[in-house]
Structure formats: structure tokens, C-alpha cells
């Protein structure tokens, strides 16, 4: 029987928790966070493939077909679970090895409109806070949405955030659509976008 795969899984249910201890490398990193069935991070990996790539899927099934789908690519990792319960134990060991972070994509992310579960959401105001405690400055996040009341909440959750850097951008990221993407161009759905990152100058906790 094929598996099922659940349309929304809740982010805050899943306890799963992965170590990593980096690519042993240097090179620059890419992560997806949501890379579903992959097909945004293959283009990727094609335009750019002497970085390194970190994908997160909560869905198992999702994730396990992932591994399978780059499992010849050695620059890429990929990680099942609750990215946000698992960001800094995976992310902090590569950057210990040199690495920088060139971007983090958040690309077309489960919205979780109703009140009480919008603290699902991946970009919420605790989690930015904590990640402005040890991400490096200089770090990219790139955040893409056909849903506009997403847009405007998220947009006042960074303002507020120390990632307070923002830039919207109207065109597909490295011109490279994702799956979902073609999905809301094909049926001419607005899309709205922003890159984000932290002021410079920030105190650090590097412990
Ligand atoms: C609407 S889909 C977008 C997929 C893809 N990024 C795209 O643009 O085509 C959202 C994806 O994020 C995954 N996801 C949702 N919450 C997550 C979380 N907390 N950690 C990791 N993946 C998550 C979902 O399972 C789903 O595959």
C-alpha cells in the first residue's frame, strides 16, 4: 500500500532531534528548509556544485525519498524532523569547520492562519531571537509566499526581530522557481517575497 503522506504535519509535535558533525569542509552552504520532493535544491545543486546543501523536511516519507533522490551527492545532507528544533545542532558544527552560510530558504511555507497556531510558524519571533545569539551576521534568509496576510505578519515579526535588514525582490530566487512556485505562476498568483538578515554589530553568544 503507498504511504501516506500528511498534508500538514504540526512542526511543535515532532521531537525528533539530529546531530551532525558538518561536511568537513568549508564550502559555502545552502539550506532548504521545507525542500519537499527537492527539486528547487537539484537545480541548485546544478547551478552551484561546489557548495554544500542542508535540507530539512518534517514529512519522513518526504525526507527519506530526499535522501535517496542525492544520496550520490556528498555535498548534501538531509534531515527529517522540525527544522527549527534541529537548526542550531546541525548548522553550528559546519560553521566550527569554516563554513558561511549563503543563504536559508524558506520557501513557500506552511501558513497555520488560525491564532493559536501560528506559533507553528517557522519564522516566529522566539526563534529569531534565539538564532540572533549565534547565527553569524551575515546570514541571508530568503522568505517566499503566495499567501499575503502571511507576508505582512512575517514581515512584522522580522521588523521587530533583530534581523530587521529587509529586502523584497519580485523574481524567482537564482531564477530557479520552486515546485510550488510553478504551482501559484501557473495559476497567476501573486507572490511575495523578502530576503532578511541581522544588522551588523550585534553582541554574540559564540559559546
Ligand atoms: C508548501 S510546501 C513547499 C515546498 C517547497 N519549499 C516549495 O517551495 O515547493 C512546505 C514544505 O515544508 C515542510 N515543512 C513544514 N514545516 C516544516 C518544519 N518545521 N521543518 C521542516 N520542514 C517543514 C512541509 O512538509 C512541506 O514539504
Redesign the pocket.
Known amino acids: 500500500m503507498a504511504k501516506r503522506v500528511r498534508n500538514h ?1 504540526n ?1 511543535l509535535s515532532i521531537l525528533t532531534e539530529h546531530s551532525f558533525e558538518g561536511f568537513g569542509n568549508d564550502r559555502p552552504m545552502f539550506v532548504d ?4 520532493k527537492g527539486e ?1 535544491a537539484a537545480e541548485l545543486l546544478a547551478k552551484f556544485p561546489d557548495h554544500n546543501f542542508l535540507l ?4 519522513r516519507p ?1 525526507a527519506e525519498a530526499l535522501r535517496q533522490k542525492f544520496a550520490d551527492d556528498s555535498n548534501v545532507a538531509v534531515f527529517d524532523g ?3 528544533r534541529n537548526f542550531r545542532a546541525i548548522l553550528e558544527p559546519c560553521l566550527k569547520q569554516g563554513a558561511t552560510i549563503k543563504q536559508i530558504f524558506i ?4 501558513p497555520w492562519f488560525k491564532e493559536k497556531h501560528k506559533k507553528r510558524r ?1 519564522v516566529n519571533a522566539t526563534f529569531l531571537q534565539k538564532l540572533s545569539e549565534w547565527l553569524p551576521e551575515s546570514t541571508e534568509f530568503v522568505f517566499q509566499t503566495d499567501q499575503e496576510s502571511l507576508f505582512h505578519e512575517t514581515l512584522e515579526v522580522v521588523q521587530e526581530s533583530p534581523f530587521d535588514q529587509i529586502e523584497k525582490f519580485h523574481t524567482s530566487v537564482h531564477g530557479i522557481p ?4 510553478r504551482q501559484k505562476l501557473l495559476e497567476k498568483a501573486p507572490i511575495w517575497r523578502m530576503k532578511f538578515r541581522a544588522k551588523t554589530g550585534l553582541p554574540r553568544d559564540r559559546s
Open positions: 504535519v512542526p528548509v521545507g525542500a519537499c528547487f530539512f523536511e518534517i514529512r518526504l522540525d527544522a527549527g520557501n513557500f511555507p506552511d517557522f520552486t515546485h510550488w512556485e
